[in-house]
């Protein structure tokens, strides 16, 4: 698993060529907000990633944010007493997201639906 302490063009293109090479005969279609490390104009993006972005300040279309929205009620409640237990809590809760978890979190029909109609 690829951690950074940030998120810049450099950071995000490191976990896009990571994800391409893990799954290199798919084409895969992300979703991603405007935050400049998704458009920066040195973003080199593997051939098989598409980046799909989505329109500003419109988070209730971002399916991440139920995964967000997931991890924040597993957090709730809970005290850490350093930044290097919360990664090594975080660490452990990720890996226990099933494929299964993921996709209904994440793979809205309409999502799915306009992206067929689309042809991707």
Known sequence: ???????????FEGVLQAFA??????????????????????LTVPDN?????????CPELNPIERVWQQLKRWLQW????????????LSRW???LTPQQMQSLTQW????????????
């Open 49 to 57: 990633v598409i980046l799909l972005f989505q329109p500003p300040y």
């Open 21 to 42: 090479q893990m799954h290199p005969e798919e084409l895969h279609l992300i979703q991603v907000d405007n935050a400049k490390a998704h458009s920066a104009q040195t």
């Open 94 to 96: 990720v890996p226990r």
């Open 78 to 89: 809970r005290h850490f007493d350093s930044i290097s237990d919360l990664q090594e809590s």
């Open 1 to 11: 698993m690829l951690e950074f302490s940030h998120l810049d063009s450099w950071c």
């Open 109 to 120: 029909g309409w999502l799915v639906d306009g992206l067929c109609v689309a042809g991707i």
